[in-house]
């Protein structure tokens, strides 16, 4: 079977700079053919491993479980990961000895009717910086990575919803991907003013019936609530700083908290001493009192009172950074459907759009426990790479009580607050 044509981004640049950081931050889980093959390649007999160190373990609570993954180092680095930052597998058998997960990443592949588009992991600090080749310009190297990927006999899934009670098909669906990747196109606007257009126009959406709106109908729709929301947010508008609700900024924080974590298997202690650890840490989030718990080594504590205050205009280039992040996502459908724990379009685009003030609130927080109120543009590359490393893949954002927690911000109209009070 010839693999699905793909659908690639055309603003994204990336190439490995072997920075090691992947290594460093995910668990590896292996399927049993992996884990033969890792095992034939003979690491018990290789000096660079300490004798007795197994490289596979086995996970799940089940005593039966046939789940593996690679085992870390006593710092929390991949078992292969070698001094001069590279990969041993890769250094003694080449890439495709490597587990599929490895070579992967940072790529992540997602259904599109007969395409299959493609996103990039902006924890990969690489893709933050738009370091490398244009990824439009890799269609080869990227294909042989689907065709490992797709299954022998691939068929794509249904579209997904575009709310809970609505789903068009393919072509439709991808008609309003489309439009809402316009809004993130227009570069003689502020990347906020953007945003709140974009979430202003999937409100629309989500308000709309579309049993008689499709095909053309769809075209004329869509169109029409473009200059609508054009029309209510003028692109020189002013924009104020409104405080989000008590009940969102605590909504919020809960959230961004989640984003700020380092969850990997090496680093977290499980057990009745971790469940405290972490209901103290929500207790403090909830409350705003004192010093922000610091999640991972990464962040200092400072007082959650000085992310509060302004931090001054966004950068240009970290405007620029996050139009080409919205833009990568949304080409990418890395924010519904199976990209995205099965959440339909507007609900996903709602918690794409708060990782903006997600991101904003890490990067003051890096730049406060670096005794600075401005950020420059290193606190936004970092934070974003730091959220984007949970997002779609922390399990925790697909649950139920999160995804209440985003549905209550939007309803109570605090994620447009959040981003003018964040953004600026
Ligand atoms: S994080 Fe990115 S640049 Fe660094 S080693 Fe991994 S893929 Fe390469």
Redesign the pocket.
């Known amino acids: 079977m010839s693999s699905p044509p793909l659908i690639l981004p055309v603003i994204q640049n990336w190439n490995?700079?072997?920075?090691?950081?992947?290594?460093k931050q995910h668990e590896i889980e292996i399927t049993a053919e992996e884990k033969e093959r890792i095992e034939k390649q003979r690491w018990d007999e290789d000096k660079s491993i300490p004798e007795g160190q197994p490289v596979i373990i086995k996970t799940g609570l089940s005593p039966t479980s046939k789940r593996y993954r690679l085992a870390h180092q006593s710092d929390g680095s991949c078992i292969f990961l070698n001094e001069q930052g590279l990969c041993r597998i890769h250094a003694k058998f080449g890439e495709p000895a490597k587990p599929l997960a490895c070579q992967v990443?940072?790529y992540a592949f997602h259904p599109a009717g007969n395409q299959i588009a493609v996103s990039l992991r902006f924890s990969?600090?690489?893709v933050v910086s738009n370091l490398g080749k244009r990824v439009d310009q890799q269609t080869d190297e990227i294909k042989k990575i689907v065709d490992q990927v797709l299954p022998k006999r691939y068929k794509a899934p249904a579209a997904p919803g575009l709310t809970s009670k609505e789903t068009l098909g393919w072509p439709d669906t991808l008609k309003v991907v489309g439009t809402l990747n316009q809004f993130f196109e227009m570069k003689d606007t502020r990347f906020l003013i953007n945003l709140l257009r974009a979430i202003s126009w999937v409100e629309l959406i989500e308000q709309s019936r579309f049993e008689t709106i499709r095909g053309e109908r769809l075209d004329e729709f869509l169109e029409l609530i473009s200059q609508a929301t054009a029309q209510e947010i003028p692109g020189d508008r002013k924009l104020d700083r409104i405080a989000p609700s008590r009940l969102g900024g605590i909504q919020f924080r809960l959230l961004a908290a989640q984003y700020a974590r380092k969850d990997t298997f090496a680093d977290s202690s499980r057990g009745l001493t971790r469940r405290f650890s972490l209901l103290m840490s929500a207790l403090k989030f909830t409350f705003a009192s004192g010093g922000i718990p610091p999640l991972q080594d990464r962040f200092k504590s400072v007082p959650f009172s000085l992310l509060e205050a302004s931090f001054g205009e966004l950068p240009p280039e970290c405007e620029k950074l996050f139009a080409r992040y919205y833009r990568v996502k949304i080409q990418g459908l890395h924010f519904f459907g199976a990209a995205y724990y099965e959440i339909p379009f507007v609900e996903g685009f709602y918690h794409l759009a708060l990782m903006f003030p997600a991101i904003m609130w890490i990067a003051r927080w890096i730049a406060a426990g670096e005794g600075r109120s401005t950020l420059i543009p290193e606190d936004v590359n970092e934070a974003m790479s730091i959220a984007d490393h949970h997002h779609g893949y922390s399990p925790a954002f697909g649950m139920p009580h999160f995804r209440s927690r985003v549905r209550n911000l939007s309803r109570s109209q605090d994620i447009k607050k959040l981003i003018s009070w964040y953004g600026q």
Do not use: R, V
């Open positions: 490995c700079h072997n920075c090691a950081g992947c290594c990443y940072p990969c600090p690489s």
